[in-house]
Antibody, heavy 125, light 111 residues
C-alpha cells in the first residue's frame, strides 16, 4: 500500500526543538521530491519546506527560514523536519507530502499527489 | 497571508454548478506557473483534485474541471453532490517568495 506516515509531534514548550519524521512506503521514495505542509487549527494550508529527490535543492517558507531544517534519507525511505525555537504560531497539523513528478528539476512547482494523515504539534507553556 | 486569493465560501443545491476562483499575480499564476487544486473534507488530509491547470488524476469524477487565464484560475464543480462538501485549495509557485503557495481556501456547502 502506498502511504506516508508522520510521527514526532506533541506538546512542546516555546523555545524548544522538535524533530518530525515521515516514513514512506509503497513507492520508490528516492525518485520524488518531498515536502512538509502545515495547517493551523481551523486555518488553511501553509507550505513549510521541500527537498528534491536527491537533496540537491531545498527551499523553506519565509515564516520558518533559519529555524527549520529539512532532510531525507533515501536508504531509509524517510523524510525529516527539525524545528528549533518553536513559537505558538508553529502550532498545527504537519503533513508529509509527495510530489507527483518523477525526479522533478523544479522544486515546488509540481502537484502533491500523496499526503500523510499528519502529526500534530502544539506549542504552549 | 496567502498570495493566492479564493472566496471564503460558495454554496449550491445538489445538481447545481459552482465555480471557485483563485486570483494570483504576475509572480505566480500570471508568470505561467502551473496551478493545482485540492479537496479537503472535514477531518481529512487534502486530496489532489486537479494537476497542471486542467488535468484530473485517475479516480476523480469528471464533474470536476478547471481552467487558467492570465493571473487567475478557476475550479468548476458541475452537478454538485453531497459528498463534494469540503474545503478546496489552489496551489502554485511564486517566484518572489521562491516557494510553493496555497490559496486562502474555499468552503463548499451543499444546500
Amino acid at each position: 500500500e502506498v502511504q506516508l506516515v508522520e510521527s514526532g509531534g506533541g506538546l512542546v514548550k516555546p523555545g524548544r526543538s522538535l524533530r518530525l519524521s515521515c516514513a514512506a512506503s509503497g513507492f520508490t521514495f528516492e525518485y520524488y521530491g518531498m515536502h512538509w505542509v502545515r495547517q493551523s487549527p481551523g486555518k488553511g494550508l501553509e507550505w513549510v519546506s521541500g527537498v528534491n529527490w536527491n537533496s540537491g535543492s531545498i527551499d523553506y517558507a519565509d515564516s520558518v527560514k533559519g529555524r527549520v531544517t529539512i532532510s531525507r534519507d533515501n536508504a531509509k525511505n524517510s523524510l525529516y523536519l527539525q524545528v528549533h525555537s518553536l513559537r505558538a504560531d508553529d502550532t498545527g497539523l504537519y503533513f508529509c507530502v509527495k510530489e507527483k513528478k518523477t525526479r522533478g528539476t523544479a522544486l515546488g512547482r509540481y502537484a502533491f499527489d500523496m499526503w500523510g494523515r499528519g502529526t500534530m504539534v502544539t506549542v504552549a507553556s | 497571508q496567502s498570495v493566492l486569493t479564493q472566496p471564503p465560501s460558495v454554496s449550491g443545491a445538489p445538481g447545481q454548478r459552482v465555480t471557485i476562483s483563485c486570483t494570483g499575480s504576475s509572480s505566480n499564476i500570471g508568470a505561467r506557473y502551473d496551478v493545482h487544486w485540492y479537496q479537503q473534507p472535514p477531518e481529512t488530509a487534502p486530496k489532489l483534485l486537479i494537476f497542471d491547470n486542467t488535468n484530473r488524476p485517475s479516480g476523480v469524477p469528471d464533474r470536476f474541471s478547471a481552467s487558467k487565464s492570465g493571473a487567475s484560475a478557476s475550479l468548476v464543480i458541475s452537478g454538485l453532490q453531497a459528498e463534494d462538501e469540503a474545503d478546496y485549495y489552489c496551489q502554485s509557485y511564486d517566484s518572489i517568495l521562491s516557494g510553493t503557495v496555497f490559496g486562502t481556501g474555499t468552503k463548499v456547502t451543499v444546500l
